[in-house]
């Protein structure tokens, strides 16, 4: 049943997902892009589980490993995305 | 902590998550959007650390070593160095997802197998699909990565018995997930594990490595989808809602992307990855009458002098030559002479989406002279000069007459239609895509050879003269 309600729970962020994006102006293709990126790197929940919850030494250094991957993918991503709507920010409200 | 507690932030967290997304869709909210789901981000990280009974030393290492790396990283890449960064960032993600599904596998194995708890084959199964969309995501981006930084040709590569071998490595994928649903205890299925971490490697590889520098775009964002799905599917892998969510909507979200992509080519998905599209022979193209007629700088500076309005058409080539800010600068002092400046941008002109409008944002160009392909076409015939800056493909008119060119059917950024059109190209080959490109053969043509930077750099001491 656990497993029913995932299924669940995950065609309906499917449907979710297509509808969030209908029309994006190209100018923001690249920050949508990095910016999502850094949301897939949720993976860092079941990263940080994993390294704090293993019994064996090979579970922990995966976790591990699986924590420094995402934590740069998750900071780095939010950063670097943020530095470009920063950029496109000033621009639009620079002088005409 | 309480479950029903960390369940509920992890609701809170999905529900900022979808806010951030839909914001980052628009220009007015796009850094707040990015900011609510990084805040999604960070309660989801700090309530999964207040669970107890957990081993803090290597969590804290291991989230230090993560936030260093990623903080220097964002600050010193360049916006030139953009598309290898997310790239890069993509594989992370990805590989990340197999470790995650790897411990968890690991987990089992040493308990004595998954084979003797509940829906042992569909929890077998799905961290098997982890494992193999995660190992593709990475060795995926980790080519798009050489690539894209120059480690690796741009270029098509085509492997001896390419088609064979993708083949083999898919039947491979398929039996040993398979398999491993079937046979979840014990050291068969390590090996079966394995089994399908190296063909997924493998695959990624031998997926990229034939798809040119062109369609990277489509690559990239298809990517990006991926490493999302590879997170859902770990999310399945430890039964996490949030993981489960959030992946979901990441690849769902970045497959529209890879789809607008395709559309802006006028090509399905299929055609970009499987067609080794760039490797198409140019014997069978049509013969291009006439020549392709060199000009000075200074020539071209007396017609631009005169021009009333310019497009200036930006490609992968401006990119690579660093010219955004000499581009820029060239556009101003046009502007001053009294010209019309507008910046036309194909959607898929560069490496990645938008990276373009990337590119000219740091040197500073008005948002207001962006336009898009669409907006700017009607206006095409009533431009005076052209100028097209290590653009290729994307203003190939072969690509609307020419029925026998790969590229027909493309909606291209109609620069032939000006009056005049300056082109500046590195030399006299043809572009990545290995096309001949008409438009520097029409008799309205001239080109500017040599670095797009010094060329425009020229150009603009040219005009302070």
Redesign the interface.
């Known amino acids: 049943m656990?497993?029913v309600l995932?299924l669940f729970?995950?065609t309906l962020?499917?449907?979710?997902?297509?509808e969030?994006?209908?029309?994006?102006?190209?100018?923001?293709?690249?920050?949508?892009?990095?910016?999502?990126?850094?949301?897939?790197?949720?993976?860092?929940?079941?990263?940080?589980?994993?390294?704090?919850?293993?019994?064996?030494l090979?579970?922990?250094w995966?976790?591990?490993?699986?924590?420094?991957?995402?934590?740069?993918?998750?900071?780095?991503?939010?950063?670097?995305?943020?530095?470009?709507?920063?950029?496109?920010?000033?621009?639009?409200k620079?002088?005409? | 902590m309480n479950a029903i507690l960390l369940n509920i932030a992890y609701i809170v967290a999905a529900v900022l998550?979808?806010f951030?997304?839909?914001m980052?869709?628009?220009?007015d909210t796009?850094?707040r959007?990015?900011?609510i789901?990084?805040l999604?981000?960070l309660l989801?990280?700090v309530v999964?650390?207040l669970?107890s009974?957990?081993?803090?030393r290597?969590?804290w290492?291991?989230?230090g070593?993560?936030?260093v790396?990623?903080?220097v990283?964002?600050?010193v890449?360049k916006?030139t160095g953009?598309p290898e960064?997310?790239a890069l960032?993509?594989g992370?993600?990805g590989?990340?997802?197999?470790?995650?599904a790897?411990?968890?596998f690991?987990?089992y194995f040493?308990e004595g197998g998954i084979g003797g708890i509940d829906?042992a084959t569909?929890i077998a199964v799905i961290i098997a699909a982890a494992t193999w969309i995660g190992c593709l995501t990475f060795s995926g981006s980790l080519v798009a990565w050489a690539k894209l930084s120059g480690k690796i040709s741009g270029r098509p590569t085509i492997l001896p018995k390419q088609r064979l071998i993708a083949i083999v490595l898919v039947l491979l994928s398929i039996a040993s997930v398979v398999a491993f649903g079937m046979f979840p205890n014990g050291f068969l299925a390590y090996g079966l594990f394995l089994c399908v971490l190296v063909a997924a490697i493998g695959l990624g590889l031998f997926a990229v490595l034939p798809i040119g520098g062109g369609d990277m775009p489509v690559v990239?964002?298809l990517l990006?989808s991926l490493?999302?799905l590879?997170?859902?599917a770990?999310?399945?892998a430890?039964?996490?809602?949030?993981?489960?969510?959030?992946?979901?909507?990441?690849?769902?979200?970045?497959?529209?992307?890879t789809l607008?992509m395709c559309k802006a080519m006028n090509r399905n998905l299929a055609n970009v990855l499987f067609s080794g599209f760039g490797a198409v022979s140019s014997s069978e193209e049509t013969e291009v009458e006439g020549e392709m007629k060199a000009v000075s700088v200074s020539d071209a500076y007396y017609v631009l002098e005169a021009a009333q309005s310019v497009v200036i058409v930006p490609g992968y080539g401006m990119a690579v030559a660093q010219a955004q800010h000499a581009v820029k600068e060239l556009g101003n002092l046009l502007e001053e002479n009294g010209a019309e400046v507008f910046y036309a941008?194909h959607?898929v002109a560069g490496r990645?989406?938008?990276?373009m409008?990337?590119l000219l944002?740091?040197a500073?160009?008005?948002?207001?002279q962006?336009v898009?392909m669409d907006s700017i076409n009607p206006r095409m015939p009533t431009v005076d000069v052209a100028i097209v800056i290590g653009a290729n493909d994307v203003v190939n008119p072969a690509a609307s007459d020419d029925p026998s060119s790969p590229i027909y059917g493309m909606p291209i950024i109609r620069a032939n239609e000006a009056r005049t059109v300056y082109a500046l190209k590195r030399g006299q080959g043809a572009g990545f895509s290995g096309l001949t490109n008409k438009l520097y053969f029409l008799e309205k043509t001239r080109m500017l050879y040599g670095d797009a930077k010094e060329t425009v750099a020229a150009l603009v001491s040219e005009f302070k003269k």
Request: with cysteine.
């Open positions: 656990e497993l995932l729970i995950f962020a499917a449907f979710l997902g297509f969030l994006i209908a029309k994006v102006p190209s100018q923001l293709h690249t920050p949508l892009m990095s910016g999502s990126n850094a949301i897939s790197g949720i993976t860092i929940v079941g990263a940080i589980t994993a390294t704090g919850l293993s019994d064996s090979i579970g922990q995966l976790g591990f490993f699986a924590l420094i991957l995402a934590t740069i993918n998750v900071v780095g991503g939010y950063l670097v995305t943020d530095r470009m709507l920063e950029m496109f920010k000033k621009k639009g620079g002088p005409k | 998550f979808i951030g997304i839909k980052l869709g628009s220009a796009a850094r959007g990015n900011l789901s990084a999604g981000m989801a990280v999964t650390l669970n009974g957990m081993d803090f290597w969590i290492i291991g989230l070593l993560g936030t790396i990623g903080v990283w964002a600050r890449v916006m953009m960064l997310v960032f993509n992370f993600g590989l990340a997802s197999v470790f995650v790897w411990a968890e690991q987990k040493s829906n569909f990239i964002s990006n490493s999302g590879a997170a859902s770990a999310g399945f430890i039964q996490n809602n949030v993981l489960i969510v959030a992946g979901c909507l990441v690849g769902c979200s970045g497959l529209i992307l607008i941008i959607p990645m989406p938008g990276h409008n990337v944002a740091e500073d160009v008005p948002y207001e962006l898009e």
